[in-house]
Structure formats: structure tokens, C-alpha cells
């Protein structure tokens, strides 16, 4: 624990703001006391609440039992913000895309086109492929916006882009990358690094889902839908056909 004259040095500040920590903002209110400035709030001991302090009466709400530690609280700054911005993006762009091939809105083909052209590109049972193609893009597509099964909504999206890909390669073998091309991938590359980086990060707070650990800290899980998205794509390529 430093001293007192330790506390009372002023505080070297960087000639650069590393984060939204450094500025002086931050006091926490004392009553009357004012507010204590963030290096004294450094070295301030979280209260501890033991059978000692209030005998048999239950601790209150939010106490702290003897020897546990609280753990920091993790400021995000505008991370929670970017994520929003980048599911509602992607999701809205999957959900128009879908309602085009469902109801032939915005020039879409409707179910009738969308139906012709995976008969031609050799898809067995193309009816019901095509209602299901077009029913999963609105759905992962709404649920992305709402944050609400991200790691679902985004796997979803990952297994159509794959074989979006793949069946452009069909049409004109070789990789072809810019849009422009007449079998060009870049869009579909795109919202797949899009659905990848939301299920590697989770939604964020500023979601249905917020509130789980797995939308702010997601590990394992994020690996399986990942796995299970690409290969549902592979295998409606390979088996669809």
C-alpha cells in the first residue's frame, strides 16, 4: 500500500490518451466527500463483509463475502457500438436479399426465379430449396440485427455464402474475385469475414443477447458454429446436387 505522499504525486500523463481510462472523468461519488480522482480510487480497499460486521443479520445486497476479491470492472468504450453498426449492416443486407428471393421485392426474382436457378445450377428438389434458402437469409438476417442467437444467425450466414461461392465457381471455373467479374466472389467473401468476425466477437451489449456471457466473451461455442456453418454449405453443395 503507497503512502500518503505517494498518493499526493501527481500523475504522469502520457503526451497521447491511450484510452477513455485516461481522461479524469471517472470519480466515484462519496457523499459529501466529493469525488476521489482515479489514482486514489487505485489504491482504495473494496469493503469486506464478514458474519463479524452484522452478526446474524443477512450481508446486503451486493456485499461481498470475507476473502473474495470483486473483480474490475471492464469499461468497452465504443466497442458495443462498432458491433451494432456491423450486425445491423450485414444483417439488413441479408434480410433484403432474402425478402427479394421470398416475395420478389425490390426486382428480386421472387420464388418462381429463385426456383429456375438452382434447377439450372442442378440442385435436386430446387422447390423446396429455394423456400428454404430464402426463408434462412431473413431469418439469420432479422435475428443479426436484433443481436438475439448471433452465434446461429451468423453460422447461417456463413453456410449460404459458402455455397453462394461455390456455385459462382461452378458457373466460370477459377477464382474470381472483384464484383465486376461475371462470377466475381467479393461480395460473398465480404459478408462471410463479416459473419465470422461478429461470431468470433459476440454482439456486444447493444443487443437481445447482451446480457450473456457469450455475446461479450465468446470462446469455444464460437469455433463450433463456425465449423458446423461452413460445413452445412459444403455438404448442400456436395449432397444438394
Not at 480510487?41 to 476479491?69: C, F, I, K, M, N
Request: net charge negative; with cysteine; charged share 15%.
Amino acid at each position: 500500500m503507497p503512502d500518503e505522499q505517494t498518493l499526493a504525486m501527481p500523475r504522469q500523463r502520457a503526451s497521447y490518451l491511450e484510452s477513455d481510462d485516461d481522461l479524469d472523468f471517472h470519480g466515484t461519488p462519496l457523499g459529501n466527500e466529493g469525488y476521489l480522482a482515479p489514482t486514489e480510487q487505485l489504491y482504495r480497499p473494496e469493503p469486506v463483509y464478514g458474519a463479524e460486521s452484522y452478526g446474524t443479520d443477512p450481508a446486503p445486497a451486493g456485499a461481498v463475502a470475507a476473502g473474495e476479491t470483486v473483480p474490475p470492472k471492464v469499461r468497452r468504450g465504443t466497442l458495443d457500438l462498432g458491433l451494432f453498426v456491423l450486425r445491423a449492416v450485414v444483417g439488413a443486407t441479408l434480410l433484403v436479399h432474402g425478402l427479394q428471393k421470398l416475395t420478389g421485392l425490390w426486382n428480386g426474382p421472387g420464388l418462381d426465379g429463385f426456383e429456375a436457378l438452382l434447377a439450372d445450377a442442378g440442385y435436386q428438389q430446387p422447390a423446396l430449396l429455394a423456400i428454404a434458402g430464402a426463408v434462412g437469409e431473413v431469418a439469420a438476417g432479422g435475428l443479426l440485427v436484433l443481436g438475439l442467437l448471433t452465434p446461429i444467425a451468423a453460422a447461417a450466414i456463413v453456410a449460404i455464402m459458402v455455397d453462394a461461392v461455390l456455385f459462382k465457381h461452378e458457373l466460370e471455373p477459377g477464382f474470381q474475385y472483384f464484383a465486376s467479374e461475371p462470377s466475381g466472389v467479393e461480395y460473398e467473401i465480404l459478408l462471410v469475414a463479416c459473419a465470422v468476425a461478429l461470431t468470433l466477437t459476440g454482439p456486444g451489449r447493444i443487443a437481445i443477447d447482451g446480457r450473456r456471457g457469450w455475446a461479450t466473451r465468446p470462446f469455444v461455442g464460437s469455433f463450433v458454429a463456425l465449423l458446423l456453418g461452413a460445413a452445412a454449405g459444403v455438404c448442400l453443395w456436395i449432397f444438394g446436387r
